[in-house]
């Protein structure tokens, strides 16, 4: 492999070819595949990271197409996983890079296990039950993650290192950050761009080891209105919050608080989770299904089944998405009529 391929990023002082060598040896787990994810997986390959894992829980949809820029046309015809077709564009980009995908919606016990080895958590999901999981993670276990959302025109990060800057516990209770990301306002790709810029920069950061460089600050924007504002919010943060305070319990690993159903963010669209981790056989479940005149396509990852006005899409470890509804007591229903 040419050895020219960083040497613009070397040339870059604070980087150089100790921070580069930095940045080959360290492991980063991006939680979510989408938009924020895409963008910040595919500079850290590009810039030489060591390892990336990369967790989603759906698959390519065209409406992902206007601004998730690992995915082509093929992927959404095929519906392809995320995952899936994000690291094998991602190899494309740089086959010296370590990358893992797992099609896996995020609860403790998977969290948990993936963050084993990792050395920074990029915050690249769509609701706030994950995001509290991944700090709650990020503060039992000593690891710095980026916190970022974007909807419409606007975007916010903040960089979370566990001992040092508040954690989104201390925040949500001061700071008007949550209710963001789902949305029925739209988005714009270059509010996606920003916030990954702003996520990106700080990643590097904390890879080459400057944390003298690190932002202290919530940084927000709306690129519609042309406003900036950081806000100062090392005050914030609470001797008594749940997650990382004196006495913490970490309230968001806690089994009661994992949910098994869920509404998508911006979707018409209803999760089932099975109660407990299982394995199905997809071409049998399609068969039994055509057996009864249900019209159900399998690929290797998911089963689509057609049963107007809805769609469900089951996949192997028995996740279920219900589309078409935003009612869970209906989702439930057309999910045990056909599946249950």
Request: aromatic share 6%; glycine share 6%; net charge neutral.
């Amino acid at each position: 492999m040419s050895e020219d391929r960083y040497s613009r990023q070397m040339l870059f002082s604070p980087i150089g070819s100790r921070g580069q060598k930095r940045i080959k040896e360290k492991h980063v787990l991006i939680i979510g595949a989408g938009a924020l994810g895409t963008s910040n997986a595919e500079a850290l390959v590009r810039a030489g990271i060591g390892k990336l894992t990369i967790v989603d829980r759906d698959y390519v949809e065209w409406s992902n197409l206007q601004r998730q820029q690992l995915y082509n046309e093929d992927d959404a015809k095929e519906r392809l996983p995320k995952t899936v077709a994000a690291e094998k564009r991602l190899r494309e980009i740089n086959s010296a890079v370590d990358i893992e995908g797992h099609i896996m919606d995020i609860m403790p016990e998977e969290l948990i296990r993936l963050v084993q080895g990792v050395d920074l958590i990029m915050d690249a999901t769509d609701n706030f039950d994950t995001r509290m999981m991944i700090n709650d993670v990020s503060q039992k276990y000593g690891i710095p993650w980026i916190y970022g959302a974007c909807v419409g025109s606007y975007g916010v990060s903040f960089t979370i290192i566990p001992g040092i800057t508040p954690c989104l516990q201390c925040l949500i209770e001061r700071v008007p950050i949550g209710g963001l990301t789902c949305d029925t306002a739209g988005i714009i790709s270059p509010a996606v761009s920003m916030v990954a810029s702003y996520q990106t920069t700080e990643a590097l950061k904390l890879l080459v080891e400057d944390f003298d460089a690190l932002s202290q600050k919530l940084l927000s924007f709306d690129l519609w209105r042309n406003e900036h504002t950081e806000m100062d919010v090392r005050k914030l943060k609470r001797e008594e919050c749940a997650s990382c305070g004196e006495q913490r319990i970490y309230p968001f690993l806690k089994y009661e608080n994992q949910t098994k159903t869920a509404v998508l963010c911006g979707r018409d669209s209803v999760q089932i989770r099975p109660s407990s981790p299982l394995e199905v056989n997809l071409r049998t479940i399609a068969e039994s299904l055509k057996s009864k005149g249900v019209q159900a396509d399998v690929t290797p990852y998911l089963v689509s089944i057609q049963v107007p006005p809805f769609r469900m899409v089951l996949f192997k470890d028995g996740r279920t998405l219900i589309h078409g509804t935003k009612d869970m007591k209906e989702a439930k229903s057309i999910y045990h009529r056909y599946l249950g």
